[in-house]
């Protein structure tokens, strides 16, 4: 029903900026929250940021004043601004559907980010 494709990962020194991208199609009328998340080797999948109507964001502690979530409400797209990138940012990224009954209604594909020198 959600499709959901992302793009914009790759390699990048600390300190460095990349930007995620996340397209949602499909039954977009039933996705009340978009997230990110992310999972690096050996470590569990942990909660990035969020974005919920009507212009609510969450972000976690360790992202938070580096890491922005926004959207672009007429190509049905959010996006992860990532600055001051460090070593422990490394991980793949993944982009989520959330319901109005809380549920995930779809997984984004994936996307390696990668911070070293």
């Known amino acids: 029903q959600v499709q959901l494709v992302e793009s914009g990962g790759g390699l990048v020194q600390p300190g460095g900026s990349l930007r995620l991208s996340c397209a949602a199609s499909?039954?977009?009328?039933?996705?009340?929250?978009m997230a990110w998340y992310r999972q690096a080797p050996g470590k569990q999948r942990e909660l990035v940021a969020g974005?919920?109507?009507?212009?609510?964001?969450n972000i976690a502690d360790s992202v938070k004043g580096r890491f922005t979530i926004s959207r672009d409400n007429a190509k049905n797209t959010v996006y992860l601004q990532m600055n001051s990138l460090k070593s422990e940012d490394t991980a793949v990224y993944y982009c989520?559907?959330?319901?109005?009954?809380?549920?995930?209604?779809?997984w984004g594909q994936g996307t390696q980010v990668t911070v070293s020198s």
């Open positions: 499909g039954s977009i009328f039933s996705i009340y929250a």
């Open positions: 974005i919920f109507s009507p212009n609510g964001t």
């Open positions: 989520a559907a959330v319901g109005g009954d809380k549920t995930f209604l779809a």
